[in-house]
C-alpha cells in the first residue's frame, strides 16, 4: 500500500520560498508519474505540476509557471516542490499525489502554506 507523506508547509511572506516534500512507502517514486496540487476552502482542487517517473519531463499549471520546480530524490524516495515568488493566492493546503492504472490513485494528507501580504 502506498502512503505518502508531505512537509515544509508553513507562514511565508508574498515573494517568499518554500520547499515542499512528499515522502513515498511502498512504492517507489519512479514507478509512476507523480503530482502536486492544491486546494482552497470552498474550491475544487486545483493542478500545480506533474513530474514523469522518471524525472526528466516536468509540466506545470500556468497560474505557478516559472515560480515552481518539483523534482525527485530517488535515494530518499522522495518528491519536493520548490516554490519561488510566492503570492498571497498560492495560499492553500498543498497535497502529493502518484498515479497509478486508475488514475491519481494515492494522495496525501496535504499540508497547509500559507503566504502573507
Known amino acids: 500500500q502506498v502512503q505518502l507523506v508531505e512537509s515544509g508547509g508553513g507562514l511565508v511572506q508574498a515573494g517568499g520560498s518554500l520547499r515542499l516534500s512528499c515522502a513515498a512507502s511502498?512504492?517507489?517514486?519512479?514507478?509512476?508519474?507523480m503530482g502536486w496540487f492544491r486546494q482552497t476552502p470552498g474550491k475544487e482542487r486545483e493542478f500545480v505540476g506533474v513530474?514523469?517517473?522518471?524525472?526528466?519531463?516536468?509540466s506545470y499549471a500556468d497560474s505557478v509557471q516559472g515560480r515552481i520546480t518539483i523534482s525527485i530524490d530517488n535515494a530518499k524516495n522522495t518528491m519536493y516542490l520548490q516554490m519561488n515568488s510566492l503570492k498571497p493566492e498560492d495560499t492553500a493546503v498543498y497535497f502529493c499525489?502518484?498515479?497509478?492504472?486508475?488514475?491519481?490513485?494515492?494522495w496525501g494528507q496535504g499540508t497547509q502554506v500559507t503566504v502573507s501580504s
Open positions: 499525489a502518484m498515479r497509478d492504472e486508475t488514475g491519481w490513485g494515492s
Open positions: 511502498g512504492r517507489t517514486v519512479s514507478t509512476y508519474a
Open positions: 513530474i514523469s517517473r522518471s524525472g526528466d519531463s516536468t
